[in-house]
């Protein structure tokens, strides 16, 4: 009974929510969870749940499978908006369940934050877990990558639902060793794109093997240490690839897997693997591959994840980058476009960001192609100009305004095409800043 | 021309906290003076170095899993290490790197990691892992006798103790310990320090001791250092300083 009325205090406090013009994002769950703890096993679900967990990319792919099983006609509930940890989810699902916990959907999909894993699925029974890939973020917060991934793998030794895992990531190519049990195991990979490197190009994990501590060797890095591993001692990555994706071609932006043709509007190369991971899950699925590659043309995520903007007729595009790797696959795509540009790099130290941005030195900046300005904002945007500075960009042609209006008013008075790169919290103050002009 | 060396051990392991920044900032506050900074990288599996001969020698901070491979790579160059030490070679040494260069490292299951004894302090983790000291430091040292501020970020399971001579005072933040007055250790040719931020991005007076130091020492002199433009550095300085010492 209790947690009928749970449900029902919560319905009525959605409503009251929209009355006021309210989201709610995580504010549902967080009553609801603090009144029972026990509530996810309230819910009665006949449909699969499939889960993207990743330290970059769970919201771009998460809002890919949803779209992809919506063209294909099916309704999906999903957390669209990011709220990834237990009370995100369980909000998304106070919303949308009956009052007696009925939830009536074809598919759940929710993109979990990497620490809550093992705690939202506890009561919840999982079909599908997709994991992308793990990166060092917000290290002060979080704590080591490696005690989030033995976290995951301990969750995984009792798993025997579908695992779709990056093979090109040895921090998660090893997750399928956690259940020798667990049989619906697939692993996805994509082939070398145009810049790819011999070496290690931008800082990365995992450089020892997780079973001999032997140095990992690669075939190639496509951007920080995802990339063709192999370890010498004891062969671990080498995985059979369920699906490879091959012809990667940035400026037309399209790939292909099984002879397929996928074109998207994306151009960078850490959504080819997002777009595999998508199409793996879909796949397993049986949604049909015409369906596939329909949704995939369409689909964009105008949140500030590589959003296209125009700006008083000036292309502009935004990017979210909460750590190094993110910020290195933005200049990468800076770098890959020829075309004169001028950057924003804002910065926040807030809690949500982790108060330690010394993770700005693993970012490189030393080749930056064609870049004629720097305007730095955030909290920390004198940090972020030092660190510019010292990768040698001229001194004099980087601007830092603590203050973000009079950043981006900076960054408009002439017409260069713009790239804006922002962390965490600084991600939407800047774009409703930057909108502001349009 | 000019020229230091400088040897940066374990690149490729100790890289956790962007400490690498350091030797770009080196690397710059010297190229900008026309020095030449010549830096060369040890990790495992490379040819023997001899520390003696090189002016600087740098490492930094890695993860706990990794740490732990090094330390037994790094204790085989004990005696050399402790000589270039005592001929005055300067060594920066970052979180784990300072760790290791004391007598031992007690983690929290009680396990006993040897350090190269170079200096007495010793470090024991707390045994509850999920308590570290984190967060924004500030520290007051005293650089050829002239007092300095040091701006950085620590994040550090271990308490340090029996240290000699810190490396500065805290104003603010935890130090060597939770909530201790003392942080790093600190003799003319030696900082070794829980300072991330990278420790030199927002002290360039630091930097310039550092250099200075081995610059004298290298060519036997007693150089003034051409000023260089620190407005960003300054900028922030005074920016970080009024938010945690003065609460603006």
Redesign the interface.
């Known amino acids: 009974m209790k947690n009928f009325f749970i449900i029902l205090a919560m319905k009525i406090l959605n409503i009251a929510l929209k009355i006021l013009g309210k989201q709610g994002g995580n504010f549902l769950g967080k009553i609801a969870f603090d009144w029972n703890s026990q509530i996810f096993r309230y819910f009665k679900i006949n449909c699969p749940i499939i889960a993207v967990t990743a330290t970059n990319g769970k919201t771009m792919t998460n809002n890919a499978i949803g779209y992809v099983f919506e063209t294909a006609g099916k309704k999906v509930i999903s957390n669209k908006e990011g709220n990834n940890m237990e009370t995100g989810i369980l909000s998304t699902l106070l919303k949308h369940c009956s009052l007696t916990g009925k939830i009536k959907a074809d598919y759940l999909v929710f993109e979990v934050d990497e620490g809550y894993v093992p705690v939202v699925f506890k009561d919840l029974k999982l079909d599908t877990l997709i994991v992308l890939d793990f990166f060092r973020d917000q290290l002060d917060r979080n704590g080591e990558v490696e005690t989030l991934i033995l976290k995951i793998n301990e969750f995984l030794k009792t798993f025997n639902g579908n695992l779709i895992l990056n093979s090109d990531d040895p921090n998660v190519s090893r997750l399928g060793k956690a259940n020798p049990d667990n049989e619906n195991i697939y692993y996805f990979s994509v082939e070398p794109y145009q810049y790819a490197t011999k070496n290690m190009k931008e800082a990365g994990e995992g450089k020892f093997c997780p079973f001999c501590n032997t140095r990992l060797e690669y075939e190639y890095y496509q951007y920080s240490h995802i990339g063709k591993f192999e370890c010498p001692n004891c062969h671990y990555g080498n995985n059979e690839i369920y699906k490879l994706a091959t012809n990667i071609d940035l400026k037309n932006r399209c790939f292909e897997v099984n002879g397929i043709k996928y074109t998207t509007k994306f151009n960078s190369i850490y959504n080819i693997y997002n777009f595999v991971a998508v199409i793996s899950c879909a796949s397993l699925y049986n949604i049909d591959t015409k369906i596939i590659q329909k949704a995939l043309s369409n689909f964009v995520l105008n949140n500030g994840r590589l959003e296209e903007l125009e700006i008083k007729g000036i292309p502009t595009i935004i990017n979210l980058a909460k750590n190094p790797t993110g910020s290195n696959v933005s200049l990468r795509i800076l770098n890959e476009d020829d075309d004169e540009k001028e950057l924003l790099f804002v910065l926040n130290d807030n809690l949500a960001d982790g108060h330690d941005v010394s993770w700005i030195w693993d970012i490189d900046f030393s080749s930056l192609n064609n870049v004629s300005r720097i305007i730095t904002s955030g909290t920390r945007a004198y940090d972020i100009a030092i660190r510019i500075k010292t990768s040698g960009f001229d001194a004099k042609k980087i601007e830092p305004y603590l203050n973000l209006h009079e950043a981006v008013k900076h960054l408009y008075k002439t017409d260069i095409k713009k790239y804006v790169i922002a962390n965490y919290t600084s991600l939407q103050p800047t774009r409703t800043e930057i909108l502001k002009l349009k | 021309m000019k020229e230091l060396k400088i040897l940066y051990l374990y690149p ?2 100790l ?7 350091n030797i ?2 080196l690397k ?1 506050r010297l190229e900008k003076r026309g020095i030449k900074a010549i830096i060369e990288q040890y990790s495992i ?1 490379d040819n023997t170095p001899n520390f003696n001969n090189y002016d600087l020698v740098f490492a930094g901070g890695g ?4 740490q732990g ?1 090094l330390a037994d790579d790094l204790i085989k160059y004990k005696d050399n290490i402790k000589d270039a030490i005592n001929n005055g070679v300067f060594f920066l040494l970052i979180c784990g790197a300072y760790q290791l260069f004391g007598k031992y490292y007690k983690s929290a299951d009680g396990n006993i990691v040897p350090g190269l004894e170079v200096f007495d302090y010793y470090t024991e983790a707390i045994n509850d892992r999920k308590k570290r000291c ?3 430091i500030i520290i007051e040292t005293s650089l050829n006798g002239k007092t300095s501020k040091i701006i950085g ?1 620590e ?1 550090h399971g271990g308490q340090t103790f029996n240290i000699s001579n810190p490396f500065g005072k805290v104003l603010f933040g935890n130090g060597n310990k939770f909530g201790d007055t003392e942080e790093g250790y600190f003799q003319k040719n030696v900082i070794a320090t829980y300072l ?3 420790l030199l ?2 002290n360039p007076e630091l930097t310039d001791y550092i250099i200075k130091h081995c610059l004298d020492r290298k060519y036997d002199e007693d150089i003034t250092l051409e000023p260089l ?1 620190d ?3 300054e ?2 300085r005074n ?1 970080l300083l009024n938010k945690f010492l003065n609460n603006n």
Do not use: R, W
Request: charged fraction near 25%; proline fraction near 3%; aromatic fraction near 14%.
């Open positions: 490729d392991i890289e956790l906290y962007g400490d690498f920044g770009q900032i710059y599996g993860a706990d899993q990794e491979i984190i967060g924004n970020f994040n991330h931020g990278p991005s927002k433009d407005t960003f550095e900028l922030c920016q």
